[in-house]
């Protein structure tokens, strides 16, 4: 099982995974790219019983299509996107890839969801299951 660490770009937030991600995705809904300020967002699906974090994140309810709430955390000093907790996804915290220590480790998405909001430039993640909504 291996163990990530993380954080946010200031050091505040620092984080522990213990063991895999159930999954990895990226998400090109509007509300992810505005959130990351880039393209998409890439996410690691993981368990929340395996996810440890010392440091303090604010937290916004975010409302997608679903109408469902999703909860985004950021550091309260600059800002970055940890992670997100999805209302429809009880028990699992998706944690932004890019806060990782060392993203080489991360297996490429699995998937990629909202990719009719994808700009058309973007390739494809070969081998990923592309769905236009989230599935």
Known sequence: MQERQ????????RYIIKGEPQATA??????CQRQS?????FNLFVNEADYAQRGQTSIYEDRGDSGHPS???FCV????PILTR?????????VKAGTLDGIESVQPPQTE??????VPWLAP???????PLSP
Do not use: K, Q
């Open 113 to 118: 969801i909202y990719t009719d909001r994808a």
């Open 6 to 13: 993380g954080g946010c770009l200031c050091g505040a937030v």
């Open 37 to 41: 300020g880039s393209l998409f967002s």
């Open 77 to 80: 000093r600059c800002g970055s």
């Open 26 to 31: 990226v998400c090109h809904c509007r509300h």
């Open 71 to 73: 909860y985004r955390h």
């Open 86 to 94: 999805v209302s429809m996804l009880p028990g699992v915290v998706l």
């Open 125 to 131: 993640v070969e081998g990923a299951s592309r769905f």
